[in-house]
Protein backbone atom coordinates (compact mmCIF):
# COMPACT_ATOMS: atom_id res chain seq x y z
CA UNK A 1 0.00 0.00 0.00
CA UNK A 2 1.65 3.04 -1.45
CA UNK A 3 1.41 6.34 1.17
CA UNK A 4 0.11 8.33 -1.96
CA UNK A 5 -2.94 7.27 -4.18
CA UNK A 6 -2.70 6.60 -7.93
CA UNK A 7 -5.10 4.90 -10.14
CA UNK A 8 -3.45 1.55 -11.51
CA UNK A 9 -4.06 2.32 -15.13
CA UNK A 10 -5.26 5.73 -17.16
CA UNK A 11 -5.63 5.33 -21.29
CA UNK A 12 -6.31 7.38 -24.14
CA UNK A 13 -6.70 7.76 -27.84
CA UNK A 14 -3.72 9.82 -29.74
CA UNK A 15 -4.52 13.46 -29.35
CA UNK A 16 -6.56 13.25 -26.44
CA UNK A 17 -5.84 14.96 -23.07
CA UNK A 18 -5.50 12.57 -20.80
CA UNK A 19 -4.77 13.21 -16.18
CA UNK A 20 -3.48 11.03 -13.58
CA UNK A 21 -4.22 12.22 -10.23
CA UNK A 22 -2.15 11.72 -7.06
CA UNK A 23 -3.83 11.79 -3.96
CA UNK A 24 -1.67 12.17 -0.26
CA UNK A 25 -2.08 13.86 3.13
CA UNK A 26 -1.42 17.23 5.07
CA UNK A 27 2.14 15.46 5.81
CA UNK A 28 3.40 15.27 2.32
CA UNK A 29 1.36 17.12 -0.84
CA UNK A 30 -0.32 19.34 1.54
CA UNK A 31 3.13 20.80 3.22
CA UNK A 32 5.80 19.87 0.28
CA UNK A 33 5.84 20.07 -3.75
CA UNK A 34 5.08 17.26 -6.08
CA UNK A 35 7.27 15.21 -8.29
CA UNK A 36 6.32 13.22 -11.41
CA UNK A 37 8.75 10.81 -13.09
CA UNK A 38 7.69 8.75 -16.47
CA UNK A 39 9.22 4.94 -16.71
CA UNK A 40 9.07 4.05 -20.21
CA UNK A 41 8.74 0.04 -20.55
CA UNK A 42 12.60 -1.28 -19.70
CA UNK A 43 14.39 1.73 -18.87
CA UNK A 44 14.97 3.94 -15.27
CA UNK A 45 12.53 6.56 -14.69
CA UNK A 46 13.08 10.07 -16.29
CA UNK A 47 11.92 13.51 -13.96
CA UNK A 48 8.75 14.68 -15.70
CA UNK A 49 7.47 17.69 -13.84
CA UNK A 50 9.14 19.04 -10.50
CA UNK A 51 8.23 21.53 -7.66
CA UNK A 52 4.45 21.14 -8.46
CA UNK A 53 4.25 22.07 -11.86
CA UNK A 54 7.77 23.10 -13.57
CA UNK A 55 9.04 21.21 -16.37
CA UNK A 56 13.19 20.32 -16.66
CA UNK A 57 14.91 21.21 -19.71
CA UNK A 58 13.57 19.14 -22.82
CA UNK A 59 9.91 18.12 -21.35
CA UNK A 60 7.40 18.86 -24.05
CA UNK A 61 4.94 21.80 -22.87
CA UNK A 62 2.36 19.03 -23.33
CA UNK A 63 3.28 17.44 -19.87
CA UNK A 64 1.95 19.50 -17.27
CA UNK A 65 1.75 19.55 -13.35
CA UNK A 66 -0.57 20.69 -10.97
CA UNK A 67 -1.86 20.64 -7.35
CA UNK A 68 -4.34 21.31 -4.99
CA UNK A 69 -4.32 20.70 -1.27
CA UNK A 70 -3.22 16.98 -0.63
CA UNK A 71 -3.90 15.93 -4.05
CA UNK A 72 -1.74 16.46 -7.62
CA UNK A 73 -2.50 16.05 -11.06
CA UNK A 74 -0.28 15.17 -14.11
CA UNK A 75 -1.59 16.10 -17.47
CA UNK A 76 -0.84 15.33 -21.11
CA UNK A 77 -2.04 17.32 -24.00
CA UNK A 78 -1.99 16.02 -27.91
CA UNK A 79 -1.17 12.48 -26.73
CA UNK A 80 1.14 10.49 -28.17
CA UNK A 81 2.01 6.63 -28.69
CA UNK A 82 5.43 7.58 -27.17
CA UNK A 83 3.75 8.44 -23.94
CA UNK A 84 3.05 4.58 -23.11
CA UNK A 85 4.88 4.24 -19.88
CA UNK A 86 4.08 4.45 -15.91
CA UNK A 87 3.78 7.30 -14.23
CA UNK A 88 4.95 8.16 -10.25
CA UNK A 89 4.03 10.75 -8.28
CA UNK A 90 6.67 11.53 -5.45
CA UNK A 91 6.66 14.19 -2.40
CA UNK A 92 8.74 14.60 1.33
CA UNK A 93 6.77 13.22 3.98
CA UNK A 94 7.24 15.22 7.34
CA UNK A 95 6.81 12.07 9.23
CA UNK A 96 9.11 9.77 11.01
CA UNK A 97 11.88 12.21 10.93
CA UNK A 98 11.30 13.03 6.77
CA UNK A 99 11.33 10.65 4.21
CA UNK A 100 10.15 10.32 0.39
CA UNK A 101 7.13 8.71 -0.66
CA UNK A 102 5.83 7.20 -4.13
CA UNK A 103 2.40 6.58 -5.26
CA UNK A 104 2.34 3.26 -6.70
CA UNK A 105 2.03 4.39 -10.24
CA UNK A 106 -0.32 4.36 -13.19
CA UNK A 107 0.16 2.67 -16.08
CA UNK A 108 -0.88 4.68 -19.24
CA UNK A 109 -2.23 2.94 -21.96
CA UNK A 110 -2.82 4.73 -25.59
CA UNK A 111 -5.36 3.29 -27.89
CA UNK B 1 25.83 16.16 -18.36
CA UNK B 2 25.40 13.94 -15.15
CA UNK B 3 25.77 10.68 -15.49
CA UNK B 4 24.86 7.63 -12.69
CA UNK B 5 26.50 3.83 -12.64
CA UNK B 6 25.56 1.41 -10.34
CA UNK B 7 27.88 -1.40 -9.79
CA UNK B 8 28.18 -4.88 -8.10
CA UNK B 9 27.60 -8.11 -7.48
CA UNK B 10 23.71 -8.92 -9.22
CA UNK B 11 23.17 -12.03 -6.82
CA UNK B 12 23.51 -11.66 -3.14
CA UNK B 13 22.51 -14.91 -0.86
CA UNK B 14 19.94 -14.72 2.30
CA UNK B 15 21.32 -13.51 5.14
CA UNK B 16 24.35 -11.50 4.18
CA UNK B 17 24.83 -7.87 2.97
CA UNK B 18 24.20 -6.55 -0.54
CA UNK B 19 26.99 -3.68 -1.43
CA UNK B 20 26.41 -1.67 -4.18
CA UNK B 21 28.49 1.43 -5.46
CA UNK B 22 27.54 4.38 -8.12
CA UNK B 23 30.15 5.84 -9.78
CA UNK B 24 29.42 9.85 -10.92
CA UNK B 25 30.97 11.32 -13.85
CA UNK B 26 29.76 14.41 -16.02
CA UNK B 27 29.36 16.61 -12.70
CA UNK B 28 30.45 17.42 -9.28
CA UNK B 29 29.36 15.15 -6.48
CA UNK B 30 30.00 18.04 -4.27
CA UNK B 31 26.97 20.37 -2.83
CA UNK B 32 23.82 17.83 -3.97
CA UNK B 33 21.82 14.99 -2.42
CA UNK B 34 22.41 11.16 -3.65
CA UNK B 35 20.12 8.62 -3.33
CA UNK B 36 19.07 5.07 -3.70
CA UNK B 37 15.71 4.06 -4.99
CA UNK B 38 14.79 -0.01 -5.46
CA UNK B 39 12.00 -1.31 -7.79
CA UNK B 40 11.03 -4.91 -6.76
CA UNK B 41 10.05 -7.11 -10.17
CA UNK B 42 6.75 -5.63 -12.03
CA UNK B 43 6.48 -3.30 -8.53
CA UNK B 44 6.54 0.39 -8.05
CA UNK B 45 9.40 2.51 -6.53
CA UNK B 46 10.97 2.55 -3.03
CA UNK B 47 13.22 5.26 -1.95
CA UNK B 48 16.00 3.79 0.35
CA UNK B 49 18.13 6.63 1.54
CA UNK B 50 19.93 10.00 0.95
CA UNK B 51 23.40 10.87 1.66
CA UNK B 52 24.33 14.84 1.41
CA UNK B 53 27.44 16.09 0.29
CA UNK B 54 28.92 17.18 4.09
CA UNK B 55 28.39 13.18 4.82
CA UNK B 56 24.40 13.54 6.20
CA UNK B 57 22.42 10.54 5.93
CA UNK B 58 18.67 10.06 6.18
CA UNK B 59 16.87 6.05 5.35
CA UNK B 60 13.37 5.12 4.80
CA UNK B 61 11.62 4.07 8.24
CA UNK B 62 11.27 0.92 6.76
CA UNK B 63 15.03 0.21 5.90
CA UNK B 64 16.41 2.61 8.71
CA UNK B 65 17.68 -0.51 11.09
CA UNK B 66 19.29 -2.21 7.83
CA UNK B 67 21.03 0.50 5.13
CA UNK B 68 24.12 2.41 5.62
CA UNK B 69 25.06 5.07 2.60
CA UNK B 70 28.81 6.62 2.24
CA UNK B 71 30.41 8.56 0.49
CA UNK B 72 33.64 8.42 -1.12
CA UNK B 73 34.02 12.36 -2.43
CA UNK B 74 37.48 11.76 -4.22
CA UNK B 75 36.37 8.80 -6.32
CA UNK B 76 32.74 10.65 -6.75
CA UNK B 77 31.15 7.40 -5.55
CA UNK B 78 28.56 6.78 -3.18
CA UNK B 79 27.50 3.39 -1.66
CA UNK B 80 25.12 1.71 -0.23
CA UNK B 81 25.05 -1.45 2.18
CA UNK B 82 22.29 -3.38 3.09
CA UNK B 83 22.41 -6.44 5.74
CA UNK B 84 20.79 -9.03 6.29
CA UNK B 85 18.98 -9.39 3.03
CA UNK B 86 15.98 -11.64 2.08
CA UNK B 87 14.22 -12.12 -1.39
CA UNK B 88 12.36 -9.37 -0.54
CA UNK B 89 15.35 -7.25 -1.45
CA UNK B 90 15.33 -8.71 -4.78
CA UNK B 91 15.11 -5.57 -6.86
CA UNK B 92 16.47 -3.11 -9.75
CA UNK B 93 18.42 -0.76 -7.73
CA UNK B 94 18.96 2.61 -9.02
CA UNK B 95 21.17 5.62 -7.64
CA UNK B 96 19.78 9.03 -8.25
CA UNK B 97 21.04 12.51 -7.85
CA UNK B 98 19.15 14.89 -5.33
CA UNK B 99 16.61 13.50 -2.46
CA UNK B 100 16.73 16.65 0.19
CA UNK B 101 12.96 17.49 0.96
CA UNK B 102 13.09 20.26 -1.59
CA UNK B 103 14.50 18.91 -4.86
CA UNK B 104 13.81 15.81 -7.22
CA UNK B 105 15.95 13.32 -8.01
CA UNK B 106 17.05 14.27 -11.63
CA UNK B 107 19.21 12.11 -13.13
CA UNK B 108 19.38 8.47 -12.81
CA UNK B 109 21.41 5.57 -13.26
CA UNK B 110 20.08 2.74 -15.65
CA UNK B 111 19.62 0.55 -12.84
CA UNK B 112 21.46 -2.52 -10.94
CA UNK B 113 19.76 -5.75 -10.74
CA UNK B 114 20.00 -7.32 -7.61
CA UNK B 115 18.80 -11.11 -6.55
CA UNK B 116 18.74 -12.31 -3.49
CA UNK B 117 19.05 -16.47 -3.48
CA UNK B 118 18.31 -18.81 -0.82
Known amino acids: QSVLTQPPSASGIPGQRVTISCSGSSANIGSNTVNWYQQLPGTAPKLLIY???QRPSGVPDRFSGSKSGTSASLAISGLQSGDEADYYCAAWDDNLDGHWVFGGGTKLAVL | QVQLQESGPGLVKSSETLSLTCSVS????????WSWIRQSPGKGLEWIGF???????NYSPSLRSRATMSLHTSKKQFSLKLTSVTAADTAMYYC????????????WGQGSLVTVSS
Open chain 2, 96 to 107: TRGGSGHDSFDF
Open chain 2, 26 to 33: GGSINFFY
Open chain 2, 51 to 57: ISYSGVT
Open chain 1, 51 to 53: GDS
